[in-house]
């Protein structure tokens, strides 16, 4: 409640008021000349938001650096997890090789990524120029910009995703893929087909974590950035929402201006639009990985025969009374003759 709930229903009063960091509360907020309005009302900060370019500017960035960073870094991901979930050498090496970028500074990665993106002799342009490719100017384009935002993005936390996969991909009843296995399944259909949906409430978890962080990101922008002005670039082309509320809260301090009033009115946009997108990657989600009636029968119908097969087993070596299908008819099961493990097996098929 004191840590979470009490700031965010303060953020709410703030962002309604005339709040100045020098001066403090000044009354209801007002839009002014940019919405040609001067009556006060706890609107005034949201309005005078929805009439700044820079706002727009500043979603459309977030928007794509979020794109380009979380759609490769959850396939990679998931990639990286199934190949760590197989039967590897040194496991725990390769583990604790792929959380090592997550474990690195913010700014020790900001650091070595603005040398490797640097606009003249970046490693990646200096390589450029050695294949006879013309360099690129990765401040300058809003492009090239975001992408290499983007890559830092990834390098941090894909590593980290993909722990997070492995460890609910080890949570799998190993019954459910021997049933693929014996059903001739190969491992990509293995993994589409049964590794994947049962992944869902994970995906689910990840994707709306990586929302929450991606439409968030600032510290890889402004590391990015190599001023001490003119925060996002020289024209805007990487300021993302945070960026932007940070300047507008912190360095934008005029006595008389509402700047943490209006830099809060820009936290709640923030906050509405995450929970949107988070809804919408939960649906997609769900969606994706939940597949049509038919798929959920035979994974039901696989994962049915997988035990009854176990119970079988069970039942010939301990010569207990194992339940037979789902006719509710408990049958005594010998190692041979009429009850063999053989014999059930073939009568559970015709039935």
């Known amino acids: 409640m004191f840590v979470g709930l009490v700031p965010l229903i303060y953020t709410v009063w703030v962002a309604m008021r005339q709040y100045n960091t020098l001066t403090g509360d000044a009354g209801w907020a007002v839009c002014g000349s940019v919405c040609h309005n001067a009556t006060p009302g706890w609107t005034g900060n949201f309005l005078w938001v929805l009439h700044q370019p820079s706002f727009y500017v500043a979603l459309r960035n977030s928007l794509s650096i979020f794109l380009i960073s979380t759609i490769p870094q959850m396939i990679l991901a998931l990639l990286l997890a199934w190949v760590l979930n197989a039967n590897l050498k040194a496991k725990t090496f390769w583990r604790m090789g792929v959380l090592l970028p997550y474990v690195v500074a913010p700014s020790a990665a900001g650091i070595i990524f603005s040398q490797i993106f640097s606009d003249k002799m970046g490693a990646i342009n200096v390589l450029l120029q050695t294949i006879g490719l013309p360099t690129i100017m990765w401040h300058g384009s809003a492009i090239w910009s975001h992408i290499a935002i983007a890559t830092i993005v990834n390098f941090r936390w894909t590593g980290y995703n993909a722990l997070i996969f492995l460890a609910a991909m080890q949570a799998i009843p190993n019954d459910v893929m021997e049933a693929a296995v014996v059903d001739g399944a190969g491992k990509a259909r293995t993994f589409f087909s049964v590794t994947l949906p049962l992944l869902r409430p994970t995906l689910i978890f990840v994707i709306i974590n990586s929302t929450i962080g991606g439409l968030q990101i600032f510290d890889e922008a402004q590391l990015f950035h190599n001023g001490t002005s003119g925060y996002g670039g020289p ?3 990487y300021l993302t929402i945070s960026m932007y509320l940070w300047t507008l809260g912190f360095n934008n301090v005029t006595i008389g201006q509402p700047n943490m009033g209006r830099a ?27 597949g049509s009636g038919a798929r959920n029968t035979r994974q039901t119908a696989k994962t049915a025969k997988a035990v009854r097969f176990r119970e079988y087993e069970q039942a010939v070596n301990t010569g207990v009374v194992a339940r037979l299908g789902r006719s509710g008819h408990d049958v005594q099961v ?12 073939r009568h559970d098929e015709e039935r």
């Open 334 to 345: 010998n190692s041979d003759g009429p009850g063999s493990i053989g014999s059930l097996i």
């Open 235 to 237: 024209n805007q082309q």
């Open 264 to 290: 809060a009115a820009v936290a709640w946009f923030l906050f509405v639009i995450i929970v949107v997108i988070a809804l919408l990657n939960y649906w997609l989600t769900k969606r994706l990985t939940n």
